[in-house]
T-cell receptor, first 117, second 116 residues
Framework: AQSVAQPEDQVNVAEGNPLTVKCTYSVSGNPYLFWYVQYPNRGLQFLLKYITGDNLVKGSYGFEAEFNKSQTSFHLKKPSALVSDSALYFCAVRDMIGSSNTGKLIFGQGTTLQVKP | GAGVSQSPRYKVAKRGQDVALRCDPISGHVSLFWYQQALGQGPEFLTYFQNEAQLDKSGLPSDRFFAERPEGSVSTLKIQRTQQEDSAVYLC??????????????FGPGTRLTVL
């Protein structure tokens, strides 16, 4: 079965410092990986995705993620954190059932990012 | 442009009551998904539509849950005889098409259901 793990419930960083939110995955075949952010009382907002190509993916709001096949990881990164980045972050993998692809996502448990001034 | 909208945003139901949750996807989006997000958890897949066809309902937790998308646009998730364990945020998402694996899903704000 395909799965995603976010090993940290919460990440705390100071504003201006780099941040990393970790994600590891387990899939059969090629992974299609996504990061979403959720602000309070709002739906999930798409940040970035990895399908194929360059291992470093750039997304919205200055975020980027590094795909590492050997470590089965897809960590989210940002060079300089902002207080406004404080939110709940979800890593997700597209579920692949045999040769079919309904497109449904399997999400991690989420990581709360707290950026302090 | 308009995103995915959901209504109501909040719903309080007494145990045993039936509820209906509505999702308006982005215009032209073929694929529509429903997810359930329990408190402190990541969203979990419930069901998937391609146009009006419900192609995957493997995530529906019981036969009390029913979803439809009769004209391939608006979708309704219905929960019959609600139970306390149904309390969660119900998220709807749409994407332009399926079969193209790199399409991201666009999520609505969700409906927070509380069953007393």
């Amino acid at each position: 079965a395909q799965s995603v793990a976010q090993p940290e419930d919460q990440v705390n960083v100071a504003e201006g410092n780099p941040l990393t939110v970790k994600c590891t995955y387990s899939v059969s075949g090629n992974p299609y990986l996504f990061w979403y952010v959720q602000y309070p009382n709002r739906g999930l907002q798409f940040l970035l995705k990895y399908i194929t190509g360059d291992n470093l993916v750039k997304g919205s709001y200055g975020f980027e993620a590094e795909f590492n096949k050997s470590q089965t990881s897809f960590h989210l990164k940002k060079p300089s954190a902002l207080v406004s980045d404080s939110a709940l972050y979800f890593c997700a993998v597209r579920d692949m059932i045999g040769s079919s692809n309904t497109g449904k996502l399997i999400f991690g448990q989420g990581t709360t990012l707290q950026v302090k001034p | 442009g308009a995103g995915v909208s959901q209504s109501p945003r909040y719903k309080v139901a007494k145990r045993g009551q039936d509820v209906a949750l509505r999702c308006d996807p982005i215009s032209g989006h073929v694929s529509l998904f429903w997810y359930q997000q329990a408190l402190g958890q990541g969203p979990e897949f419930l069901t998937y539509f391609q146009n009006e066809a419900q192609l995957d309902k493997s995530g529906l937790p019981s036969d009390r849950f029913f979803a439809e998308r009769p004209e391939g646009s608006v979708s309704t998730l219905k929960i019959q005889r609600t139970q306390q364990e149904d309390s969660a945020v119900y998220l709807c998402a749409s994407s332009f098409r399926v079969g193209s694996s790199y399409n991201e899903q666009f999520f609505g704000p969700g409906t927070r259901l509380t069953v007393l």
